[in-house]
C-alpha cells in the first residue's frame, strides 16, 4: 500500500487521560478516587440484588459497602452503596445502576448525609464492667451476655465503628459482624421525589 | 411443513379472514406467550425444541408465526439477531432449559454488545423442581443477566403473557437489545383465561426523545465554528433509523462523514463526503480525520476500543459533541464536551434547524481529499500470486444488486468483506462486531434472508468461522434460502496467525488448519450447491453461477494463505499511526 509512513503524517499535539478526557496542560486535572454513597430505591422483587452486585462486579466499580432493605412500599427495596471511584467512575457507576430495568431512582447522597453502620462485637466475658465502660465511650449497648462472652452493639459512622472495634481489641475480639452504611439525605429531600 | 399448510389452509377458508388463532381464546400459559408474540407482530420464530419447551411449541403449532427449525440453539439466537438487524424488529428464538438456554448465550452477549433486538424465550423445569438441580435445569436469568437488557422468570400463568410482551417492547424501545424470558413448564401448562394486552415496556423504563434544546444550540454553535469537523456515525444512526437525517445534514453543512463498523451503510461509502469506516482495520483516510479533527459530531456510537485505539490519542484535538439514546454511554471512555441524550432521528432534525451555518471547512475537506488519495484503499494483484480475497469481496461488490446484504462470521474474511464491499444502504451489512463471535455467518445469513427475502444475501466467511456453525448450512437448504456463502478459505484462523506473524514472532501456535474440508463439496452432502475457487480468471464466472443457483450456494475460494489485513492500528495503539504493512507495524 503507498502513502506517506507513520512518523510523515499530520499530527495533532493534544492528548487525553485515561477517563478520555482531553488534557489541558494548564490545568492537568487528574481525579483520584472519592468514596460516594449511592442510594437507589428499586423494585422489591427476587433477583435484584443479583443484578445490582453482578453490575459492580463486572464493571469493576470498587465496591465499600452494599447494604438493602425494605421500605413503607413493600413493592420498593431500598439500597445504600457505597463505592471509591474516581469522578467519571462515580456518574457511570450511578447510570449504569439507573439503567437496570428494576431501578426506581438513584441519587448520590451529599457528603453530609446522614451515615450509620451497625456493628455487633463479641469480646470475652472476662471484665464485664470494663466491657461496659468502653460500650458506653462509643454509645453502645450490651445486647447479649454469657459467662464467656459479651456481645456489644455499636451504631454510628464507618470511622466510629473502626474505632470501637479496635478498643474492644483489649477484651480478646471474638467475631464481628458489620451490617454495611445505610444513610438518608438530611432535612426533608427524600430519594421518592427523583421518581 | 405440512401442518402449516393446513393450517393456512383452514385460515382461507375462514370467512371473515379472521385467523381460528385469533379467535380461540387462551386457554394455558404458553398459548399466551405466544399470544403476547401474535399481538407484537412477530414473524418468525428460530430455535430447537426441547423437553421444558415443548408447551411452547405445542401453542405454536396453531399460530401463524413460523417456525425455523435450526441445528443449533446458538444458530437459533444469531438468525434471530440478523433478523433485528434487517428488520429493525426484535428476532425472536426459542431453546429449551439446561443445554438449550446455556447454548443461546453466545448469541444473547453477541447482540447486547451490539445493542442488536432479540427476545428469548428458554424452557425452565418446573417450578418445584427449581434449585434441585433437576434434569436439563439450569440458572438461566442468571446466567443471563449480565448479557441482555433483562432477563425475566415468568412464575404465574396469568402473567406470562404479559411479561412477554413487555420482554418484547423493552428489547425494541430506546437502545435496543436482548431479553430474555425463562418460562417454568408448569407455567406454560398453567391453566389461564388472561389474554395479554398490547406489549408496553416497564413503566421504569423512559428512554429520552427528543434532546434538550439548549443544549442542542450550545453543540450546533460549536460545530458551526469549527476548523476541521467530521461526523462519526454509529451503529445507533442505523437502529433510529435515522440514515436519512444524517445524509441530509452532512450534505448540507457539507461535513465529511466517518462510520464505524456497525454504522457502515448509514451513509453512502461512495459519497464524495464519506472517508468510510475508521478504527483497527479501518481505511488510512478516515483514521487520518477521527485524528486531526478539532470536532467531532459521534452519534450512536460507544467509542468501543476497537474504533478508538488508546483513548489518549483518539481524536486528541476535539470538542466531542456525543447523541446517543443511552445515557450510560456518555463520557464512559470518551468524555463528551456536549452530550446530547435522545433518539438519534430526532436529535439530528434538531441539530439540522439549530445550525447557524455552515462551518468554514474547504480547506478541511481537501485534506480529507488528499488523504483518501495518498491513503487507498490497496492490494497487490499479480496473476501469478494466489487468488488474493481482496479481489473476490471487490469484484462481488460490482456484480451484486445495489441493497445486496452482507454477512460475514469474524475474522480477517470480515475486515476484507467491510473493506472492499462498497455499502450505500442502512441494514445492508451485518455482522458480529462487540462480541467478535466467529460462526456468526452461516446463520445470520439465514435470519437475514427471512428478514428481507427479496434482498440478495451474500456471507463472507472464513474457514475457521465457518466450520464453528456449518451444520446451520442444513437449514438453508431445507428452507431453499437463496444465499451465496463464499468461504474465503486460508486453511487457517487468519486473523491469529496474522497477531502471531507480528506480535508473537511467527510462532503460529494452533492457528493453521491444513486439514480443513472441501467446503463445495461439504455444501454438496448438505444439499447445497458448491463451488471451487481459485484463479482469477474464474471469479467473475463463479461468483454469477453461485448468484444463480435458486437455493444456497457455497464457494469455496482458496486464497493466498499469506495475505494479511491493512491498514492496522495495533491494539491500543494510535489511530493516526495506523500501519499499512509489516514494515510500519515495526516502526509504530
Same mark, same amino acid.
Given at each position: 500500500?503507498? #502513502?506517506?509512513?507513520?512518523?510523515?503524517?499530520?499530527?495533532?499535539?493534544?492528548?487525553?487521560?485515561?477517563? #478520555?478526557?482531553?488534557?489541558?496542560?494548564?490545568?492537568?486535572?487528574?481525579?483520584?478516587?472519592?468514596?460516594?454513597?449511592?442510594?437507589?430505591?428499586?423494585?422489591?422483587?427476587?433477583?435484584?440484588?443479583?443484578?445490582?452486585?453482578?453490575?459492580?462486579?463486572?464493571?469493576?466499580?470498587?465496591?465499600?459497602?452494599?447494604?438493602?432493605?425494605?421500605?413503607?412500599?413493600?413493592?420498593?427495596?431500598?439500597?445504600?452503596?457505597?463505592?471509591?471511584?474516581?469522578?467519571?467512575?462515580?456518574?457511570?457507576?450511578?447510570?449504569?445502576?439507573?439503567?437496570?430495568?428494576?431501578?426506581?431512582?438513584?441519587?448520590?447522597?451529599?457528603?453530609?448525609?446522614?451515615?450509620?453502620?451497625?456493628?455487633?462485637?463479641?469480646?470475652?466475658?472476662?471484665?464485664?464492667?470494663?466491657?461496659?465502660?468502653?460500650?458506653?465511650?462509643?454509645?453502645?449497648?450490651?445486647?447479649?451476655?454469657?459467662?464467656?462472652?459479651?456481645?456489644?452493639?455499636?451504631?454510628?459512622?464507618?470511622?466510629?465503628?473502626?474505632?470501637?472495634?479496635?478498643?474492644?481489641?483489649?477484651?480478646?475480639?471474638?467475631?464481628?459482624?458489620?451490617?454495611?452504611?445505610?444513610?438518608?439525605?438530611?432535612?426533608?429531600?427524600?430519594?421518592?421525589?427523583?421518581? | 411443513?405440512?401442518?402449516?399448510?393446513?393450517? %393456512?389452509?383452514?385460515?382461507?377458508?375462514?370467512?371473515?379472514?379472521?385467523?381460528?388463532? %385469533?379467535?380461540?381464546?387462551? $386457554? &394455558?400459559?404458553?398459548?399466551?406467550?405466544?399470544?403476547?408474540?401474535?399481538?407484537?407482530?412477530?414473524?418468525?420464530?428460530?430455535?430447537?425444541?426441547?423437553?421444558?419447551?415443548?408447551?411452547?411449541?405445542?401453542?405454536?403449532?396453531?399460530?401463524?408465526?413460523?417456525?425455523?427449525?435450526?441445528?443449533?440453539?446458538?444458530?437459533?439466537?444469531?438468525?434471530?439477531?440478523?433478523?433485528?438487524?434487517?428488520?429493525?424488529?426484535?428476532?425472536?428464538?426459542?431453546?429449551?432449559?439446561?443445554?438449550? !438456554?446455556?447454548?443461546?448465550?453466545?448469541?444473547?452477549?453477541?447482540?447486547?454488545?451490539?445493542?442488536?433486538?432479540?427476545?428469548?424465550?428458554?424452557?425452565?423445569?418446573?417450578?418445584?423442581? *427449581?434449585?434441585?438441580?433437576?434434569?436439563?435445569?439450569?440458572?438461566?436469568?442468571?446466567?443471563?443477566?449480565?448479557?441482555?437488557?433483562?432477563?425475566?422468570?415468568?412464575?404465574?400463568?396469568?402473567?406470562?403473557?404479559?411479561?412477554?410482551?413487555?420482554?418484547?417492547?423493552?428489547?425494541?424501545?430506546?437502545?435496543?437489545?436482548?431479553?430474555?424470558?425463562?418460562?417454568?413448564?408448569?407455567?406454560?401448562?398453567?391453566?389461564?383465561?388472561?389474554?395479554?394486552?398490547?406489549?408496553?415496556?416497564?413503566?421504569?423504563?423512559?428512554?429520552?426523545?427528543?434532546?434538550?434544546?439548549?443544549?442542542?444550540?450550545?453543540?450546533?454553535?460549536?460545530?458551526?465554528?469549527?476548523?476541521?469537523?467530521?461526523?462519526?456515525?454509529?451503529?445507533?444512526?442505523?437502529? !433510529?433509523?435515522? /440514515?436519512?437525517?444524517?445524509?441530509?445534514?452532512?450534505?448540507?453543512?457539507?461535513?465529511?462523514? *466517518?462510520? $464505524?463498523?456497525?454504522?457502515?451503510?448509514?451513509?453512502?461509502?461512495?459519497?464524495?463526503? /464519506?472517508?468510510?469506516?475508521?478504527?483497527?482495520?479501518?481505511?488510512?483516510?478516515?483514521? +487520518? !480525520?477521527?485524528?486531526?479533527?478539532?470536532?467531532?459530531?459521534?452519534?450512536?456510537?460507544?467509542?468501543?476500543?476497537?474504533?478508538?485505539?488508546?483513548?489518549? /490519542?483518539?481524536?486528541?484535538?476535539?470538542?466531542?459533541?456525543?447523541?446517543?439514546?443511552?445515557?450510560?454511554?456518555?463520557?464512559?471512555?470518551?468524555?463528551?464536551?456536549?452530550?446530547?441524550?435522545?433518539?438519534?432521528?430526532?436529535?439530528?432534525?434538531?441539530?439540522?434547524?439549530?445550525?447557524?451555518?455552515?462551518?468554514?471547512?474547504?480547506?478541511?475537506? %481537501?485534506?480529507?481529499? $488528499?488523504?483518501?488519495?495518498?491513503?487507498?484503499?490497496?492490494?497487490?494483484?499479480?496473476?501469478?500470486?494466489?487468488?488474493?480475497?481482496?479481489? *473476490?469481496?471487490?469484484?462481488?461488490?460490482?456484480?451484486?444488486?445495489?441493497?445486496?446484504?452482507?454477512? &460475514?462470521?469474524?475474522?480477517?474474511?470480515?475486515?476484507?468483506?467491510?473493506?472492499?464491499?462498497?455499502?450505500?444502504?442502512?441494514?445492508?451489512?451485518?455482522?458480529?462486531?462487540?462480541?467478535? &463471535?466467529?460462526?456468526?455467518?452461516?446463520? /445470520? !445469513?439465514?435470519?437475514?434472508?427471512?428478514?428481507?427475502?427479496?434482498?440478495?444475501?451474500?456471507?463472507?466467511?472464513?474457514?475457521?468461522?465457518?466450520? +464453528?456453525?456449518?451444520?446451520?448450512?442444513?437449514?438453508?437448504?431445507?428452507?431453499?434460502?437463496?444465499?451465496?456463502?463464499?468461504?474465503?478459505?486460508?486453511?487457517?484462523?487468519?486473523? *491469529?496467525?496474522?497477531?502471531?506473524?507480528?506480535?508473537?514472532?511467527?510462532?503460529?501456535?494452533?492457528?493453521?488448519?491444513?486439514?480443513?474440508?472441501?467446503?463445495?463439496?461439504?455444501?454438496?452432502?448438505?444439499?447445497?450447491?458448491?463451488?471451487?475457487?481459485?484463479?482469477?480468471?474464474?471469479?467473475?464466472? &463463479?461468483?454469477?453461477?453461485?448468484?444463480?443457483?435458486?437455493?444456497?450456494?457455497?464457494?469455496?475460494?482458496?486464497?493466498?494463505?499469506? %495475505?494479511?489485513?491493512?491498514?492496522?492500528?495495533?491494539?491500543?495503539?494510535?489511530?493516526?499511526?495506523?500501519?499499512?504493512?509489516?514494515?510500519?507495524?515495526?516502526?509504530?
Amino acid at each position: 500500500m503507498p #502513502g506517506p509512513a507513520p512518523d510523515e503524517r499530520m499530527r495533532p499535539e493534544g492528548r487525553r487521560n485515561e477517563q #478520555g478526557i482531553r488534557v489541558d496542560p494548564e490545568a492537568e486535572a487528574t481525579h483520584e478516587p472519592r468514596e460516594a454513597v449511592l442510594a437507589a430505591l428499586v423494585k422489591h422483587e427476587p433477583g435484584v440484588l443479583a443484578e445490582v452486585s453482578g453490575l459492580f462486579s463486572r464493571r469493576q466499580f470498587n465496591i465499600e459497602s452494599l447494604t438493602v432493605g425494605a421500605t413503607m412500599d413493600d413493592d420498593v427495596a431500598r439500597m445504600t452503596i457505597v463505592i471509591e471511584e474516581p469522578d467519571p467512575g462515580v456518574e457511570q457507576a450511578k447510570k449504569q445502576l439507573e439503567k437496570l430495568v428494576p431501578t426506581i431512582s438513584v441519587r448520590e447522597l451529599e457528603p453530609a448525609s446522614t451515615n450509620r453502620e451497625l456493628a455487633l462485637i463479641k469480646v470475652d466475658g472476662e471484665k464485664p464492667d470494663d466491657v461496659n465502660a468502653v460500650a458506653e465511650m462509643y454509645d453502645g449497648t450490651a445486647v447479649d451476655v454469657s459467662a464467656d462472652s459479651i456481645t456489644v452493639e455499636v451504631t454510628g459512622s464507618q470511622q466510629k465503628i473502626d474505632a470501637a472495634i479496635d478498643a474492644f481489641r483489649q477484651f480478646d475480639v471474638q467475631e464481628v459482624a458489620r451490617g454495611g452504611t445505610v444513610a438518608l439525605e438530611r432535612g426533608a429531600d427524600t430519594l421518592q421525589d427523583d421518581d | 411443513m405440512s401442518e402449516r399448510a393446513s393450517i %393456512e389452509e383452514a385460515d382461507e377458508a375462514d370467512e371473515d379472514g379472521e385467523t381460528a388463532a %385469533e379467535q380461540a381464546p387462551v $386457554t &394455558t400459559g404458553a398459548q399466551s406467550v405466544v399470544r403476547a408474540l401474535e399481538n407484537a407482530g412477530a414473524e418468525y420464530v428460530f430455535g430447537v425444541q426441547g423437553g421444558a419447551i415443548m408447551p411452547v411449541y405445542d401453542a405454536l403449532y396453531d399460530s401463524e408465526i413460523d417456525h425455523v427449525t435450526m441445528a443449533h440453539e446458538q444458530g437459533a439466537s444469531h438468525a434471530a439477531d440478523a433478523y433485528g438487524i434487517v428488520s429493525g424488529e426484535p428476532g425472536v428464538c426459542f431453546a429449551t432449559s439446561g443445554p438449550g !438456554a446455556t447454548n443461546l448465550v453466545t448469541g444473547l452477549a453477541d447482540a447486547n454488545m451490539d445493542s442488536d433486538p432479540v427476545i428469548a424465550l428458554t424452557g425452565q423445569v418446573a417450578t418445584d423442581l *427449581v434449585g434441585n438441580d433437576a434434569f436439563q435445569e439450569t440458572d438461566t436469568v442468571g446466567i443471563t443477566q449480565p448479557v441482555t437488557k433483562h432477563s425475566y422468570f415468568a412464575g404465574d400463568a396469568d402473567t406470562v403473557g404479559d411479561d412477554v410482551g413487555e420482554a418484547f417492547a423493552l428489547a425494541d424501545e430506546g437502545r435496543q437489545g436482548p431479553t430474555l424470558v425463562d418460562l417454568p413448564k408448569d407455567v406454560t401448562q398453567g391453566e389461564t383465561d388472561v389474554e395479554p394486552g398490547e406489549p408496553k415496556a416497564p413503566d421504569t423504563y423512559r428512554p429520552a426523545e427528543e434532546a434538550d434544546d439548549a443544549n442542542v444550540q450550545e453543540a450546533a454553535d460549536v460545530l458551526a465554528e469549527a476548523d476541521r469537523p467530521l461526523i462519526l456515525s454509529g451503529g445507533g444512526v442505523i437502529k !433510529a433509523e435515522a /440514515s436519512d437525517e444524517l445524509r441530509d445534514f452532512a450534505r448540507e453543512y457539507e461535513i465529511p462523514v *466517518v462510520t $464505524t463498523m456497525p454504522g457502515i451503510g448509514s451513509f453512502p461509502e461512495d459519497h464524495e463526503l /464519506s472517508l468510510e469506516w475508521a478504527g483497527m482495520h479501518g481505511t488510512g483516510y478516515a483514521n +487520518m !480525520a477521527i485524528t486531526n479533527t478539532d470536532c467531532m459530531l459521534a452519534i450512536g456510537t460507544r467509542f468501543d476500543d476497537r474504533l478508538t485505539g488508546g483513548v489518549d /490519542s483518539f481524536a486528541p484535538d476535539a470538542d466531542v459533541i456525543h447523541v446517543d439514546v443511552d445515557p450510560a454511554e456518555i463520557s464512559k471512555n470518551i468524555h463528551a464536551d456536549y452530550p446530547l441524550i435522545g433518539d438519534a432521528k430526532a436529535v439530528l432534525r434538531q441539530l439540522y434547524d439549530a445550525m447557524p451555518a455552515e462551518p468554514d471547512a474547504d480547506e478541511w475537506r %481537501e485534506q480529507c481529499q $488528499t488523504w483518501k488519495d495518498e491513503y487507498p484503499m490497496d492490494y497487490d494483484t499479480p496473476d501469478d500470486e494466489p487468488l488474493k480475497p481482496q479481489y *473476490v469481496v471487490e469484484r462481488f461488490s460490482e456484480l451484486a444488486d445495489d441493497d445486496a446484504i452482507v454477512t &460475514t462470521g469474524v475474522g480477517q474474511h470480515q475486515m476484507w468483506a467491510s473493506q472492499f464491499w462498497t455499502f450505500t444502504e442502512p441494514r445492508t451489512w451485518v455482522s458480529s462486531h462487540g462480541l467478535g &463471535t466467529m460462526g456468526y455467518g452461516v446463520p /445470520s !445469513a439465514i435470519g437475514a434472508k427471512m428478514a428481507a427475502p427479496d434482498q440478495e444475501v451474500v456471507c463472507f466467511d472464513g474457514d475457521g468461522s465457518f466450520l +464453528m456453525t456449518v451444520q446451520e448450512l442444513s437449514v438453508a437448504v431445507r428452507e431453499n434460502l437463496d444465499i451465496t456463502y463464499v468461504v474465503l478459505n486460508n486453511e487457517a484462523v487468519g486473523m *491469529v496467525r496474522q497477531w502471531q506473524d507480528g506480535f508473537f514472532e511467527g510462532r503460529r501456535m494452533a492457528s493453521e488448519y491444513p486439514w480443513v474440508p472441501e467446503f463445495d463439496k461439504l455444501a454438496e452432502a448438505f444439499g447445497a450447491r458448491g463451488f471451487r475457487l481459485e484463479d482469477y480468471d474464474d471469479v467473475e464466472e &463463479t461468483i454469477e453461477a453461485a448468484r444463480e443457483y435458486d437455493g444456497p450456494s457455497v464457494v469455496d475460494a482458496i486464497i493466498d494463505p499469506e %495475505e494479511n489485513v491493512f491498514p492496522m492500528v495495533p491494539s491500543g495503539g494510535d489511530n493516526g499511526l495506523f500501519a499499512l504493512n509489516e514494515d510500519h507495524l515495526e516502526m509504530i
